[in-house]
């Protein structure tokens, strides 16, 4: 059995009890207590003066500050917003290069093809495989299509706000392009191949994997009937749902002239260097 | 006397110079302050008890002020700054209500 424990009840509350007993600097009293005189020196007059000033001067100084809206929090955002413009710099100059080195890709197949008529069917084959898988870009006539998201539902936390595009609404855009009979379709200018994933990363909308931010433009390159058959087809329709239930805005519009920009970075998996002849 | 004219004299200096903190040391200005508005209260206390010694304010103020910036500071090298300026602000919190209860009591004997 253990002995009753006689300790001061509220112990646990010593801390705060001490912090409130000595809240005025213990010094004081030591200092009364040793018979310090106070005010003896010009210096020490100075000194508490000093103090005095220094203490209204870091008051205003905090206070100037706070009323300037957080310059920390302001440079933080600048400093961001830099290195944002910085590496959407640097990948602008990567892309040009990138559709440098794919145009001399070109320029050098067409010089290694412009043989014989075999030569020229192949690569004939091989510019029309491409506008097909996306590697080069296509124009021609076509629809545009504009999703846009409607006005901000009440929050709730439970489930996504229905009133922005999601991903599953632009896969049914792109879908029904495609079924429509779309050559080339293109999501803000990203380029839809076999092997574009459209999906949703938080509340972004990703197209290849790069976030896109509404509205979404969707450009359809296609035959003449693709704006008729789309608007006939059942995408259409569950749109037209999209914008009634959630006001989704929606916005078919038939193009004369459209470009579909190309893809550019297809890797080929499973081809191999052939035999030089 | 000499209170009034270097409040005046600070609070002049502080709107005319506009300070501006260096970058590096502007999260410790908030703690500063508190710190320094800790040593006035406990000041003021003192001189309401007839006690006041400005040779202890000024050391504890200076004292105040550099030991809270420097735990705030250790406290930023090891990750946990933010939990520390808590820490530092509620104590100094405590202590300057504990501070104005006193002298509430002083001058109104309430």
Redesign the interface.
């Known amino acids: 059995m253990t002995a009753p424990n006689r300790t001061d009840p509220d112990a646990s509350l010593s801390l705060?009890r001490r912090?409130?007993?000595?809240?005025?600097?213990p010094?004081?009293?030591e200092?009364?207590d040793r018979g310090?005189q106070?005010?003896a020196d010009w210096r020490?007059?100075v000194?508490?003066?000093?103090?005095?000033?220094?203490?209204?001067?870091?008051?205003?100084?905090?206070l100037?500050?706070v009323r300037a809206g957080a310059?920390?929090e302001g440079?933080t955002r600048a400093e961001l917003t830099e290195r944002v413009l910085e590496t959407t710099s640097s990948v602008e100059a990567i892309d040009a290069r990138l559709d440098g080195l794919i145009s001399e890709v070109d320029l050098l197949r067409q010089t290694a093809l412009d043989g014989s008529g075999s030569d020229r069917a192949l690569a004939d084959e091989v510019s029309a495989l491409e506008a097909e898988v996306g590697v080069t870009a296509v124009e021609g006539q076509g629809v545009e299509v504009v999703l846009d998201d409607g006005p901000p539902a009440p929050v709730d936390q439970s489930s996504p706000d229905l009133s922005r595009v999601l991903d599953t609404d632009v896969q049914l855009v792109v879908n029904g392009l495609f079924a429509a009979g779309a050559e080339a379709v293109a999501v803000n200018g990203q380029r839809i191949t076999a092997l574009s994933p459209i999906r949703s990363a938080g509340e972004a909308v990703l197209v290849g994997f790069r976030p896109l931010t509404p509205p979404y433009t969707i450009t359809a390159v296609g035959p003449e009937d693709l704006a008729s058959d789309f608007e006939a087809g059942p995408a259409r329709a569950e749109l037209e749902q999209l914008e009634s239930a959630y006001g989704i805005e929606v916005d078919v519009v038939p193009e004369e002239n459209l470009s579909v920009p190309g893809r550019g970075d297809l890797q080929l998996r499973y081809a191999t260097k052939g035999e030089s002849p | 006397m000499i209170a009034l004219l270097a409040l005046v004299v600070g609070v002049v200096l502080g709107l005319v110079l506009q300070p501006t903190i260096p970058a590096a040391l502007q999260p410790y200005l908030p703690i500063a302050v508190v710190a320094a508005l800790d040593a006035v209260f406990g000041a003021s206390r003192a001189l309401l008890d007839g006690i006041f010694n400005d040779r202890v304010f000024v050391i504890s103020f200076i004292g105040n002020v550099f030991v809270a910036a420097l735990v705030v500071f250790l406290g930023d090298q090891l990750g946990v700054g933010a939990q520390l300026s808590t820490g530092v602000v509620v104590v100094f919190s405590i202590r300057i209500f504990a501070n104005a209860a006193a002298i509430r009591r002083h001058l109104f004997h309430a």
């Open positions: 705060l912090l409130a007993d000595d809240a005025m600097d010094g004081y009293q200092a009364t310090d106070r005010g020490h007059s000194a508490f003066g000093t103090v005095i000033a220094l203490t209204a001067a870091l008051v205003v100084a905090a100037l500050q310059p920390g440079r």
